[in-house]
C-alpha cells in the first residue's frame, strides 16, 4: 500500500525557518517524481514545488520561489521541503503528492505562521 | 501562467441526477488536466489523468472529456458519497496550476 506520512509542520514566527519532511513507503520512491502542494485554511489547492525522481529537475511556485527548497533523499524515502523567510501567507497544511499525475497523497502537515 | 476556471463554483443536485463540473484554461493544455476530489477534512483524491483516464478504484460513473482549453468532469448518477469539492488541474506547462474548485452538494 503506498503511503506518504508528511512530518515537521508546526508554529513558527515570520521570518523563522521550518523543514517538512515526508516518508514514502509501498512503491519504488526513487522511480518517481514528487510535489508539495499546499492548502490554506478554507482556500483551494496551490501548487507549491517539484522535484523529478533523480533531482535533476526542479521547480517552484513564484509565491515560493527563493524562500523553499525542494529536496530528497532517495536513499531515505523521504521527500523534503525547506520553507525559509516564512510570511502570513504561507500559513497552510501542506501535502506531499508522488508521481506527474499526483496519483497519491499524504494527510498533509500543518503550518501556522503567527508572531 | 495558466490560469484554470472552473463553474460552477457551488453546485447542488439530486441523488441520481447527471452532474456536469466544467474546468476552462487559459490556454491549450493538451488534455495535460487532472480531476481531483477533497471531501471535508481529507487530502484529495485523485479521479481523472490525462482528462478521461480513470484512475484505479475510482467508480465508473466518473468520467472526463475535453480538448484544447475547455474539459469536463460528469457523475453519470450521483450518489451521496459524491459530496466533495472537485478541483481540476494542469500539468501541461510550469507552473503548475489548479481551479479554485466547485464545491457539489446534494439537493
Known amino acids: 500500500e503506498v503511503q506518504l506520512v508528511e512530518s515537521g509542520g508546526g508554529l513558527v514566527q515570520p521570518g523563522r525557518s521550518l523543514k517538512l519532511s515526508c516518508l514514502a513507503s509501498g512503491f519504488t520512491f526513487s522511480n518517481y517524481g514528487m510535489n508539495w502542494i499546499r492548502q490554506a485554511p478554507g482556500k483551494g489547492l496551490e501548487w507549491v514545488a517539484s522535484?523529478?525522481?533523480?533531482?535533476?529537475?526542479?521547480y517552484y511556485a513564484d509565491t515560493v520561489k527563493g524562500r523553499f527548497t525542494i529536496s530528497r533523499d532517495n536513499a531515505k524515502n523521504t521527500l523534503y521541503l525547506q520553507m525559509t523567510s516564512l510570511r502570513s501567507e504561507d500559513t497552510a497544511l501542506y501535502y506531499c503528492a508522488a508521481g506527474g499525475v499526483m496519483d497519491a497523497w499524504g494527510q498533509g502537515a500543518s503550518v501556522t505562521v503567527s508572531s | 501562467d495558466i490560469q484554470m476556471t472552473q463553474s460552477p463554483s457551488v453546485l447542488s443536485a439530486s441523488v441520481g441526477d447527471r452532474v456536469t463540473l466544467n474546468c476552462k484554461a487559459s490556454?491549450?493544455?493538451?488534455?495535460?488536466l487532472n480531476w481531483y476530489q477533497q471531501k471535508l477534512g481529507e487530502a484529495p483524491k485523485l479521479l481523472i489523468y490525462?482528462?478521461?483516464n480513470l484512475q484505479t478504484g475510482i467508480p465508473s460513473r466518473f468520467s472526463g472529456s475535453g480538448s484544447g482549453t475547455d474539459y469536463t468532469l460528469t457523475i453519470s448518477s450521483l450518489q451521496p458519497e459524491d459530496v466533495a469539492t472537485y478541483f481540476c488541474f494542469q500539468h501541461n506547462s510550469w507552473p503548475l496550476t489548479f481551479g479554485s474548485g466547485t464545491k457539489l452538494e446534494i439537493k
Open positions: 490556454q491549450n493544455i493538451n488534455k495535460y
Open positions: 522535484i523529478s525522481s533523480s533531482s535533476s529537475y526542479i
Open positions: 490525462n482528462t478521461n
